[in-house]
């Protein structure tokens, strides 16, 4: 199962709804592009400064999460030349109905070209786009 950063988030730290993608992420082999690794520390610093999670919660998540990548309990896809250009062409493909920002399209273009089960995210606009490009999603 490919998961985006707004997936990775609530697994790694407790929003509403983290027990509701702990179940459907449950049993899944869990891959997502190597973009998550900037993405899911900028969250957490975000989460730090808003006084959601404090500086030793931070580290601690982020050890869990480094420990997780070691372990291949998360495989995280390079990003190359092929991905960035298959991301320009999928920001056009859904132009002008959906505003995908880059980093959504790079995760969907690192989806694309992977066998890796179906999108999990829960981004308005990533699975906007995911519909209008009729990738499979979970659900």
């Given at each position: 199962?490919?998961?985006d950063t ?7 730290t407790?929003?509403p ?8 992420v ?9 973009l ?10 975000a989460?730090?400064r808003?006084g959601k ?8 998540v ?9 372990d ?6 390079e ?16 132009h ?10 790079l995760h969907?273009?690192?989806?694309v070209?992977?066998?890796?089960g179906?999108?999990?995210?829960k ?17």
């Amino acid at each position: 199962m490919y998961l985006d950063t707004s997936v990775l988030v609530k697994l790694y730290t407790r929003e509403p709804d983290s027990a509701e993608c702990e179940q459907v992420v449950a049993e899944h082999r869990i891959v997502s592009s190597e973009l998550v690794y900037a993405e899911l520390w900028s969250a957490l610093l975000a989460k730090e400064r808003t006084g959601k999670l404090s500086p030793d919660a931070r580290q601690r998540v982020w050890e869990i999460f480094e420990m997780h990548l070691l372990d291949d309990v998360i495989e995280l896809i390079e990003l190359d030349g092929l991905v960035v250009r298959e991301a320009a062409e999928t920001m056009a493909r859904v132009h002008p109905h959906v505003p995908l920002r880059t980093p959504d399209a790079l995760h969907l273009a690192t989806f694309v070209g992977l066998d890796a089960g179906p999108l999990f995210t829960k981004d308005k606009r990533m699975l906007e786009a995911a519909h209008r490009l009729n990738l499979p999603l979970a659900e």
